[in-house]
């Protein structure tokens, strides 16, 4: 029984009726990953799109109109004025406060993620794979379990209730050592290490000047998710903060909702919650913006070898 060839151009590659049905296959499988990333991009936007429809609205607004729509009295503007002057202005020792913190411990953890990451990469001592091994098994461990050993630990030398209570927590990221390291053994080549040390250069010099400058991706991923863990940081900072003057952000608008609880009886400032909340990620979203070209690098760390 005869069978009928593929039909061919001179050249001998496929004609269009030929590679018709894969083509189609193709563009409807990239129309389906673009519709599936579209959902993921609004799943995400939502969110943000709320609180930002939430900050433009009053009291009264937030409870008696769309939830994902403006009402009719636009009081963003209103809000922010009150936000600014409740309580004698403290939310805006709140929002130092959680720039201090942040900064303090996200630059500190990422110094010292580098410094570690560096050595557990390009130096062979013993005990090194235990060690390591100690810190990946560290990053499953959730944080909130961590608090209350870390608030006795800290209550012996009576840093209770100061910055450092939540400054010092913030030092430690495993999940930044374990990038930089995974990062560092694969944009520093031993062979350029190497050379520096035969030309002269000493320990300090060539990590400063030959491996630091390749690291910058991976700084800025490290810097960008430390600062952001720090500044999200609720549990810490409500176990060991009792000071209102000291809270970040996060702790002191949780504060404000016993303002607002009906059964308390107390002063309705929803409205000032939600645009305190709106505020205080707007310099997470600023930072992610125009640091995108860096982190993006880093996220791909030891994605090819």
Same mark, same amino acid.
């Given at each position: ?98 720039? $201090?913190?942040?900064?303090? +411990?996200?630059?500190?953890? =990422?110094? *010292? !993620?580098?410094?570690?990451?560096? /050595? ?126 000291? $809270?970040?952000?996060?702790? +002191?608008?949780?504060?404000? =909702?016993? *303002? !607002?609880?009906?059964?308390?009886? /107390? ?39």
């Amino acid at each position: 029984m005869a069978t009928t060839a593929p039909l061919t151009t001179a050249t001998g590659v496929p004609s269009r009726e030929d590679r018709g049905p894969r083509t189609g296959h193709r563009n409807g499988r990239r129309i389906g990953s673009h519709v599936f990333l579209i959902i993921l991009a609004i799943y995400f936007v939502i969110p943000i799109w709320w609180l930002f429809v939430a900050a433009t609205k009053n009291t009264s607004g937030l409870f008696g109109s769309p939830a994902f729509w403006f009402d009719d009295h636009f009081a963003l503007f209103e809000n922010i004025a009150g936000l600014f002057t409740q309580q004698n202005g403290i939310y805006w020792t709140w929002l130092g406060n959680s720039f $201090l913190y942040a900064f303090a +411990g996200g630059i500190g953890a =990422t110094i *010292l !993620s580098i410094l570690a990451g560096y /050595g557990f990469a390009k130096y062979r001592f013993r005990g090194r794979g235990a060690v390591f091994g100690v810190i990946l098994g560290s990053i499953m461990v959730p944080l909130t379990a961590l608090v209350i050993p870390t608030f006795m630990l800290l209550s012996q030398y009576g840093l209770i209730n100061t910055p450092w209570a939540v400054i010092l927590p913030s030092l430690l990221s495993p999940f930044g050592v374990y990038l930089m390291r995974v990062y560092t053994q694969d944009a520093v080549p031993d062979e350029m290490l190497e050379a520096a040390r035969i030309d002269g250069a000493g320990e300090f010099r060539t990590f400063f000047q030959v491996a630091l400058p390749l690291l910058k991706p991976a700084i800025v991923t490290v810097l960008l998710l430390s600062v952001v863990g720090t500044w999200n940081n609720f549990f810490l900072p409500l176990a060991v903060l009792t000071d209102p003057n000291l $809270l970040p952000v996060t702790v +002191g608008l949780n504060r404000w =909702t016993a *303002l !607002s609880n009906a059964g308390a009886g /107390g002063e309705q400032v929803w409205n000032l919650i939600t645009t305190g909340a709106f505020i205080s990620v707007l310099p997470l979203i600023l930072s992610f913006l125009f640091l995108q070209r860096y982190w993006q690098g880093g996220l791909t760390i030891g994605s090819i070898k």
